[in-house]
């Protein structure tokens, strides 16, 4: 499956990628500098972006940003750097934190650091990349979530919480936006278990799930608005028995999910 223009953001804006001085934000960042992206790489540590920078070749172009997600006056800061670059065409919201905390070693404080930065992080860095997809009329975001808040494991409550509010972040935007700009697609994507020090030791690699993603940030049809998928697989959201009686009734055929190519 592909689709949407795969230069600097889809039509010469630019991608704006969390979270990107390791792991997952890294491989993103990386993979859409060799697909012709301009991106803007916002990370904590100047030394990880640097690496991500030197790992970053191709026909596009890499510039770090030196950003703490969970600090609005630094999202702010960062994207009036970006708009320098360009308009923000393509966000993928992946900067994440994973204390491995039991919830009875947590303080409010540091429970509310954890969704400061998974969640407030998201909503500052949309927000502001609205600004420029409202005016243009067309935009991609991307959140990456996770099913965590479906069955939290142990030493998990901040991020299960956090992860989960993401997904219902995203439904609220497409509820907000979808009928007045049609242009602008937002999309949950849940990795899966990757190989990092997030993820575990046998899990995919980086490299491996950021060419579906970044595929997915480039596909920009308005049928791609308010779907969630996993790994590289969409997923369909569950129908009623009334639904699939009345389907079958109609002789209409279930919808079948789609697929992110491994390329």
């Given at each position: 499956m592909?689709?949407?223009?795969?230069?600097?953001?889809?039509?010469g804006g630019?991608?704006?990628?969390?979270g990107?001085?390791r792991?997952?934000g890294r491989?993103?960042?990386?993979?859409?500098?060799a697909?012709?992206?301009?991106?803007a790489?916002?990370g904590?540590?100047?030394a990880?972006?640097?690496e991500?920078?030197?790992?970053?070749?191709g026909?596009?172009?890499?510039?770090a940003?030196?950003?703490?997600?969970?600090?609005?006056?630094?999202v702010?800061?960062?994207?009036?750097?970006?708009?320098?670059?360009?308009?923000?065409?393509?966000?993928?919201?992946?900067?994440?934190?994973?204390p491995?905390?039991?919830?009875?070693d947590?303080?409010?404080?540091?429970?509310?650091?954890?969704?400061?930065?998974?969640?407030?992080?998201?909503?500052a860095?949309?927000r502001?990349?609205?600004?420029?997809?409202?005016?243009?009329?067309?935009?991609?975001?991307?959140?990456?979530?996770?099913?965590?808040?479906?069955?939290?494991?142990?030493?998990?409550?901040?991020?299960s919480?956090?992860?989960?509010?993401g997904?219902?972040?995203?439904?609220?935007?497409v509820?907000d936006?979808e009928?007045?700009?049609?242009?602008?697609?937002?999309?949950d994507?849940i990795p899966g278990?990757?190989?990092?020090?997030?993820?575990?030791?046998?899990?995919?690699?980086?490299?491996?799930?950021?060419?579906?993603?970044?595929?997915?940030?480039?596909?920009q049809?308005?049928?791609?608005?308010?779907?969630?998928?996993?790994?590289?697989n969409?997923?369909?959201?569950?129908?009623?028995?009334?639904?699939?009686?009345?389907?079958?009734l109609?002789?209409?055929r279930?919808p079948?999910?789609?697929?992110?190519?491994a390329a």
């Amino acid at each position: 499956m592909s689709g949407g223009n795969e230069n600097g953001g889809g039509d010469g804006g630019i991608a704006v990628v969390t979270g990107a001085g390791r792991g997952l934000g890294r491989a993103l960042a990386v993979e859409l500098v060799a697909r012709g992206c301009t991106v803007a790489g916002l990370g904590r540590s100047a030394a990880d972006l640097a690496e991500t920078s030197a790992l970053s070749t191709g026909p596009g172009a890499f510039h770090a940003l030196t950003c703490d997600v969970s600090d609005y006056d630094s999202v702010r800061n960062a994207f009036a750097q970006i708009r320098a670059l360009g308009p923000v065409a393509i966000l993928i919201n992946n900067a994440a934190v994973y204390p491995r905390r039991d919830f009875l070693d947590e303080t409010a404080e540091s429970f509310m650091q954890s969704i400061a930065t998974n969640l407030g992080g998201m909503v500052a860095c949309s927000r502001l990349a609205l600004d420029d997809m409202v005016s243009r009329g067309t935009g991609r975001i991307v959140n990456v979530t996770s099913f965590a808040d479906l069955a939290p494991i142990c030493a998990s409550s901040a991020y299960s919480v956090s992860k989960g509010a993401g997904r219902i972040f995203t439904r609220a935007m497409v509820a907000d936006l979808e009928g007045r700009f049609p242009g602008i697609v937002v999309s949950d994507w849940i990795p899966g278990a990757l190989r990092t020090t997030m993820g575990l030791p046998d899990g995919i690699e980086p490299e491996d799930a950021a060419r579906w993603g970044a595929e997915l940030a480039l596909s920009q049809h308005p049928s791609m608005n308010g779907t969630l998928w996993e790994r590289n697989n969409e997923v369909l959201a569950p129908q009623s028995l009334k639904r699939r009686l009345f389907n079958r009734l109609l002789m209409r055929r279930t919808p079948a999910p789609r697929m992110l190519s491994a390329a």
